[in-house]
């Protein structure tokens, strides 16, 4: 039916017969909606309901306890309720004395004991805004929604039926109750697909007293899926495939399924979120921006874009590299050998490029599933028609983070402890005498004065590589490592080190020296940056518990290379008559200073680079 609607509140009502032959003995059935096209004061357009998808007949074994977690969404993001319809908007209405409904996370739990046959569930799912928000009427009305209360945004019903069969000898999934295999996509996990680009999904499960036959399917109408049986392995598997169309386009589709044997025993229930995004198309329009620095990449991604994600479920390639956010942007900001970030040559270019993605609960850092990839990449010449010097020295790093926002962080050798004298970039790599000393000082700019900033880890590495194998630590989670290393005095926003001379036998000519750094708000009790040193026997800072308001993320940044004078070489070789030597023993003493007018989080990040070192001409307009 076409027609006008109007964007005041309304109801919609179905009354109908009937339900199939059920334990209840009840055959008319009742369907109640409730709609507000109101204009959203958050959004600036009308209220999106939620989705809710579920397989029409759920199967459980009289004396298995079983727990469905039903999926509902919403599209704006707003805190749901799922509850048991009450008078007018449901037949039945009953109260089942074997299930029981957890309305906050819509999971619906089986006690044992329930009559065999079929149970009618009639259940009603609910949008409240995260914070009061107004809905505003073409007749110039308006009205005021709450978090919670008896005034939703909307309501749609949610009902289907569950069959309880006969016992069964075991209830441990995998034995007649199928269980899916790892391959699976987990339940809850979002997938991005572009209009046009296939959508495909693998579902594997296995029963070992029983035979998986078939998988329960509820998705989009046009989707197609093929089952098949590995008599090799007793595996069911089925392959789902899908391509929206451009009329999909911002379209949120849930699929919901599950895995059948011959005789009727059922898998647990998976969903999962497909959203047809423009997300590709909107990077390019704006909606996403980069920016490439010699040294790091930021990328700002609109929040609008990943809609249903929880950003703090947000990370990059390295699992320990997590993303920031504010109200709407979601925020990444890298060093280029950190995070994962993964290079490639193309062509008279070096491209750097990583990758915003998902993980599946706060304390694991993997995922079966990338429900959300946004990949972002910078682009850097390899040779210029200007220059032909090579440099290795590093520019300052830049960083933006929420409730931070834009921080550098300078990175810089002394040559004394007045720290007056700062070592010139033409002279990197930087050659050092046995047993000389190098002082260091690192700062950190911003516009924020309320900070402080926190060294938490520093090292020496044979590579430019922050996890590389061949590594000495110099300072290990805020506590020194080395006994000859002193401390200078420095301010909340400064860091100042040295040590004496240390040395890396092998084949390798250089050194660098990487840290991590974080930045607090100054006067938070409750941050790293308070929290010191923290030996083995203390409790770690946890991840993914980081107060955005308070403290950075970790961030990576490094120095160098420092190269051991071949003067040095020789009177190590003079000095060890008759004694076996490696020829490429490399000796470095150094005093680390970090200077710092901002607090930044330095993270220890794992990147895929060549095991040579390689330095590459750049523009001379970089320096």
Not at 98 to 122: D, M, R, V
Not at 159 to 182: E, H, K, M, N, W
Not at 362 to 380: A, G, M
Request: a neutral charge.
């Amino acid at each position: 039916m076409e027609g006008s609607v109007p964007d005041t509140p309304f109801s919609l009502k179905e009354s109908s017969c009937c339900w199939v032959s059920n334990a209840n003995k009840h055959e008319n059935l009742v369907l109640l909606t409730y709609v507000d096209l109101g204009t959203r004061s958050d959004t600036g357009k009308p209220n999106s309901s939620p989705i809710a998808t579920i397989i029409p007949i759920l199967r459980v074994a009289q004396n298995c306890p079983t727990t469905f977690k039903l999926l509902i969404y919403d599209p704006d993001g707003d805190k749901l309720n799922c509850r048991l319809a009450t008078n007018g908007e449901c037949s039945l209405c009953r109260q089942h004395p074997y299930f029981a409904l957890n309305q906050n996370t819509c999971t619906l739990s089986y006690n044992t004991g329930a009559t065999t046959g079929l149970h009618i569930f009639e259940l009603q799912i609910e949008d409240f805004p995260k914070k009061t928000i107004s809905l505003t009427y073409a007749n110039g009305t308006k009205v005021y929604r709450q978090p919670s209360g008896s005034s939703p945004l909307s309501k749609i019903p949610l009902q289907f039926l569950v069959q309880v069969d006969s016992s069964i000898s075991s209830c441990t999934y995998g034995d007649y109750r199928p269980a899916f295999l790892p391959q699976t996509p987990s339940d809850g996990a979002h997938f991005i697909v572009k209009p046009g680009r296939l959508l495909h999904l693998e579902l594997s499960a296995k029963a070992v007293n029983d035979r998986v036959t078939n998988f329960k399917i509820s998705g989009p109408a046009n989707m197609t899926s093929t089952f098949a049986y590995n008599n090799a392995n007793n595996v069911g598997q089925a392959n789902i495939t899908w391509t929206p169309k451009e009329d999909d386009m911002g379209k949120d589709i849930t699929l919901c399924f599950l895995a059948e044997t011959h005789s009727g025993h059922q898998s647990q229930l998976r969903c999962v979120v497909i959203i047809t995004s423009s997300i590709y198309r909107s990077l390019e329009k704006g909606d996403a921006d980069i920016m490439c620095t010699q040294n790091t990449m930021t990328v700002t991604v609109r929040k609008s874009l990943i809609k249903g994600m929880d950003e703090h479920h947000l990370r990059l390639n390295d699992p320990s590299c997590l993303v920031s956010s504010n109200g709407t942007h979601v925020i990444a900001s890298v060093s280029l050998n950190s995070c994962g970030t993964e290079v490639e040559e193309e062509g008279n270019n070096i491209i750097f490029k990583n990758e915003i993605t998902t993980f599946d609960h706060p304390n694991e850092v993997i995922t079966r599933r990338h429900e959300v990839q946004i990949p972002f990449r910078c682009s850097y010449p390899k040779e210029s028609n200007t220059t032909n010097a090579f440099h290795t020295h590093k520019k300052p790093y830049l960083f933006s983070e929420a409730g931070f926002g834009t921080f550098t962080y300078v990175f810089e050798f002394y040559n004394s402890s007045d720290f007056t004298n700062k070592i010139s970039p033409s002279n990197y790599p930087i050659e050092v005498d046995l047993r000389e000393k190098l002082f260091t000082d690192i700062q950190v700019q911003s516009s924020i004065s309320n900070i402080q900033m926190f060294v938490e880890s520093c090292r020496a590495t044979a590579h430019d590589i922050p996890n590389d194998p061949v590594h000495y630590d110099i300072i290990n989670n805020g506590c020194t490592q080395d006994v000859t290393v002193r401390i200078y005095p420095s301010n909340q926003t400064e860091f100042r080190f040295g040590m004496e001379a240390f040395t890396f036998i092998g084949d390798y000519e250089q050194v660098y020296i990487t840290c991590t750094v974080i930045l607090c708000k100054w006067g938070d009790d409750h941050t790293r940056c308070t929290e010191g040193c923290i030996n083995g026997t203390q409790s770690r800072h946890r991840l993914g518990k980081r107060s955005i308001a308070s403290e950075t993320q970790r961030h990576f940044i490094s120095q160098g290379p420092l190269r051991l004078a071949k003067r040095s070489l020789k009177n190590i070789t003079d000095n060890n008559v008759g004694l076996p030597l490696n020829p490429n023993v490399l000796t470095i003493a150094l005093a680390l200073v970090a200077s710092v007018a901002l607090l930044a989080g330095v993270m220890i990040y794992r990147t895929k680079v060549p095991k040579q070192v390689k330095y590459e001409s750049l523009p001379s307009s970089e320096f």
